[in-house]
């Protein structure tokens, strides 16, 4: 990633709404082609970093570069960025090709020309011709977002910005709708700078992920990074399910966890690690017969199981402590509830992590 | 039918589930007062108006053969002239009051914040006043040696003619009274177009002009058309404003219809032009709906 030219760098970029401040003194490098996601928690400040970025809100701090150019003080109709709003936003007023075509309108191209330019976004975009003359409020959700991203497309901004414009779909459509964006910025070629609270979403479709937390950048990083070697205990969490001990350093490289009465076999940790979590993914978390068939080892009982499709989880109670162990169909135990099983995972599948 | 009626009478009793025609639902029983209320209130005086309409003029009853007289001689004779006084400052009043009650509405929607209950309170308290103790406000305003003329005159010792009895001042009498009935439907139309739908036309390249052309006029066109409708009815059946402000300089429709009733006597005259001013005021509302249909603009159709 970076290899590519950066088309988009804020420095230092800090948004204070009265008192309080939504944006932190963010510094940001996107490259050019890019897919990059903003993740967090509602009100963590991506919505508005994504702001700032298509020119709706001004920084109070800090600068914004577009391939070096500095773009703090020019209007969003002045950008060559276009966003993709969480309502869509489309004109209710308007049909199909009419809010297709409004970028091209403002721009006094020609009715044919627009016609021409709005049919082919079209069917780029798996919309019937038909549709045409339709009015928007009469397309189903899944056939709106594809307008929004038609009419995104044809103002044929350098930057397409998204504000969780899926947040509001089915997960089957959303799905579906994911992989189509993911090609439409294949075939486009242009920067994708999206925003979501769903890390699940953010790791299908980017190139990289930035995870915002409380107004502050916390982690940049391609999805594998993210997933693999979260740097705080908020970014593993983010992902899903995890299993996190509270752990100390005790000597050398043997953890200690207070709450089971256990020791681990520390992986590689940050220099001056004394206490932090250690994070154990579901899929690497095993059901072991013997101690001896991991380096480390808890005994516990089978409190529950889930089916989910060509996967099943199970809930071993370590003492309070709840572990989540995934293991593929194929692979089901076959265990009674509240019987006694073993867990184990080899210590470079665990990550050592702060606050 | 009949027989099992007389069988029922004599027994006293009524069958279990007699599904007889002439029984209503419980829907329709229910209506039937606020039925009979409106059949006696509204529809009856209405019709007695247009029969009189009919009637040969300066008549009292209802049941001679009717005529068009009545309609003719407002042509032939000054009404009509009144007619074009109403429609006119009508419309001059709804003018003004789009071109002043924009702004504020665009302000109290979005602008204003927290002080819009305030500014909101603030226009609604005069309706509490009656219309033409309002109005003798302004004379004593306007009038030579008053509130205007008499600071004038003490401060710079000369007098303007006054603005009383004018045209004009019948205009900004009417904008002055109905200009909550333009500027709150106004408002609500323009706090319903999303800032969102706002933000995406202006991120598109729109000119905030463009924004204004494209997006906040026609989605908060609904708020105007009823601010339109509401407020031209009532200017042009206003009548205190041309009267007292005024002078009867001017005379609208409504000062001739009250004139045929009362002073000249002649109810079919002034029924005539009543049902005239109901036509022209209806048809214009009736094409206004049939042009701007709410629905549509909304998108809800």
């Known amino acids: 990633m970076t290899t590519r030219s950066p088309v988009i760098d804020l420095r230092q970029i800090t948004k204070r709404f009265g008192n309080f401040t939504a944006v932190h003194s963010i510094d940001l490098s996107i490259g050019e082609g890019e897919f990059f996601t903003i993740v967090g928690p509602s009100g963590s400040g991506k919505t508005t970093v994504l702001r700032m970025l298509a020119g709706l809100e001004s920084p109070t701090g800090g600068d914004i570069l577009l391939r ?17 709003f969480q309502s869509l936003a489309l004109f209710p007023h308007r049909t199909v090709g009419q809010n297709i075509e409004f970028p091209l309108k403002i721009r006094d191209v020609a009715p044919e020309e627009r016609r021409k330019r709005a049919l082919q976004l079209m069917a780029q975009l798996r919309l019937p011709e038909s549709y045409y003359g339709k009015n928007v409020t009469k397309c189903s959700g899944g056939e709106r977002q594809r307008v929004a991203l038609a009419r995104a497309l044809a103002y044929n901004p350098d930057i397409l910005f998204f504000d969780e414009p899926l947040s509001a779909i089915d997960y089957k459509l959303r799905k579906t709708l994911e992989k189509e964006l993911k090609d439409i910025h294949r075939e486009t070629g242009k920067t994708f700078i999206y925003i979501t609270h769903s890390l699940e979403e953010a790791m299908v479709m980017s190139d990289r992920i930035g995870v915002m937390r ?12 993210i997933y693999t070697a979260p740097n705080s205990k908020f970014v593993s969490e983010f992902i899903g399910d995890v299993n996190i001990v509270p752990v100390r350093l005790v000597n050398g490289n043997t953890l200690q966890s207070d709450e089971l009465g256990a020791q681990f076999v520390a992986p590689p940790m940050p220099s001056g690690f004394a206490a932090g979590h250690l994070v154990v993914r579901p899929e690497s978390l095993r059901i072991i017969e013997r101690r001896e068939d991991a380096e480390n080892a808890l005994r516990g009982k089978l409190y529950n199981e889930y089916a989910l ?47 | 039918m009949a027989e099992i009626s007389a069988h029922e009478t004599v027994s006293g009793q009524l069958p279990a589930a007699k599904p007889a025609a002439w029984r209503l639902g419980p829907g329709r029983a229910n209506a039937v007062p606020i039925i009979l209320f409106l059949l006696i209130g509204f529809a009856a005086p209405l019709l007695a108006v247009i029969g009189y309409s009919f009637m040969p003029p300066r008549t009292f009853g209802l049941w001679q053969t009717p005529t068009l007289e009545n309609y003719v001689s407002v042509f032939t004779g000054t009404s009509y002239i009144s007619f074009l006084w109403s429609l006119g400052l009508g419309a001059a009043t709804v003018l003004l009051l789009a071109v002043i009650c924009y702004p504020v509405a665009y302000g109290l929607a979005r602008v204003f914040g927290r002080w819009s209950t305030l500014l909101t309170l603030l226009f609604t308290i005069p309706l509490f006043v009656s219309e033409n103790v309002r109005i003798y406000g302004w004379i004593l305003f306007f009038i030579k040696n008053g509130v205007l003329l008499g600071t004038f005159k003490a401060w710079f010792g000369v007098e303007p003619e006054s603005w009383l009895f004018t045209q004009g001042i019948i205009v900004l009498g009417m904008v002055y009274v109905y200009l909550p009935f333009m500027l709150f439907p106004m408002t609500l139309g323009v706090s319903m177009v999303p800032k969102e739908t706002r933000d995406a036309a202006f991120d598109l390249g729109a000119t905030r002009w463009q924004v204004f052309k494209e997006v906040d006029l026609p989605l908060s066109m609904p708020g105007i058309v009823i601010g339109f409708l509401l407020s031209f009815v009532l200017a042009v059946g206003a009548i205190a404003e041309a009267k007292v402000l005024g002078g009867q300089k001017v005379i609208p429709i409504t000062h001739d219809i009250e004139i045929a009733f009362t002073y000249s006597q002649n109810w079919p005259l002034g029924s005539a032009l009543a049902v005239l001013l109901m036509l022209v005021v209806g048809a214009l509302v009736l094409l206004v709906l049939r042009r701007f249909d709410l629905d549509t603009i909304l998108g809800r159709r």
């Open chain 1, 309 to 355: 499709g060509s996967r099943i989880q199970y809930q071993v109670r370590v003492g309070e402590q709840v572990f989540i162990v995934e293991r593929l169909r194929q692979q089901a135990l076959g265990k009674q509830r509240d019987s006694d099983v073993l867990i184990g995972w080899n210590t470079a599948d665990s990550i050592l992590v702060g606050d």
């Open chain 1, 68 to 84: 070096g150019q500095r773009i703090n003080d020019v209007p969003a109709n002045r950008r060559p960025t276009c966003m993709v």
């Open chain 1, 214 to 225: 409380q107004g502050r950048l916390v982690q940049v990083g391609t999805p594998n990074e």
